[in-house]
């Protein structure tokens, strides 16, 4: 038995499995959002993150190009 | 009857039925907008891959958030200029850690997917979103989110 194949009755093929692993990752990322508006929590925000990190008009501009094509390969593809 | 009525502060009354309507002010605009995203992000659930209508109406709906993103940004900040606080962002490297965690762990799963044998399902978020549409719009919500973070957070000031 290969290692993906190994992986892939590890992960579980049900469809199930895989939308409560994602359904799961947007509530993380929800909840992270929400508390990073807490300031006691100390946790950014993406708001937060994005002043920091892409502040810059150059990288701003690749990050916006890379948020089409994600846009592009998730939801026209 | 007084000459000037400036120097008196308005009853209370009437500074609690100004702040209820500037709260109205900006709660409905906020609700209406909201509305409009979940419509549109129901009605691209049901767009066709590899068509020229899901192409259009993905990119359409991306530039027009990055459109009202720019000039909400411009008009708030200009508006209301950052506190040194903001500008000094106070979180903590744990906090950044976590977000970037998340995002790895996604991302294994996304490549594990992508590894699965022909005869199994996909579990990648591609494959997945395209089969419940309730996850397509939440995703789409969720990117447009991002784009409007994006476009309307201020780019680093020169310093004069």
């Known amino acids: ?77 | 009857m007084s000459t000037d009525d400036r120097d008196t502060p308005p009853p209370a009354g009437r500074v609690r039925e100004h702040g209820w309507s500037v709260r109205a002010g900006k709660v409905v605009p906020a609700a209406l907008l909201l509305a409009a995203v979940l419509v549109v992000a129901g009605f691209a659930s049901g767009w066709k891959e590899y068509t020229w209508g899901a192409r259009i109406g993905t990119f359409g709906s991306g530039l027009v958030v990055l459109g009202l993103g720019v000039a909400w940004g411009r008009r708030h900040h200009r508006a209301t200029p950052p506190s040194s606080v903001e500008e000094g962002s106070t979180f903590s490297h744990r906090g950044v850690a976590i977000w970037v965690a998340a995002l790895v762990v996604a991302a294994a799963w996304d490549v594990c997917g992508l590894l699965t044998p022909p005869n199994r399902n996909h579990l990648t978020l591609s494959a997945l979103e395209l089969a419940y549409r309730p996850l397509h719009s939440l995703m789409f919500v969720s990117w447009l989110f991002a784009g409007w973070v994006l476009a309307s957070t201020p780019l680093r000031r020169r310093r004069s």
């Open chain 1, 1 to 77: 038995m290969t290692v993906t194949t190994s992986m892939a009755v590890l992960i579980g093929s049900d469809k199930v499995v895989g939308l409560a692993f994602w359904s799961s990752v947007i509530l993380v990322f929800t909840v992270l959002e929400v508390l990073g508006h807490v300031p006691s929590t100390r946790l950014p925000s993406l708001e937060g993150l994005v002043r920091r990190y892409f502040s810059h008009p150059a990288w701003r501009a690749f990050t916006i190009a890379v948020w089409l094509y994600v846009g592009y390969h998730l939801f026209s593809h």
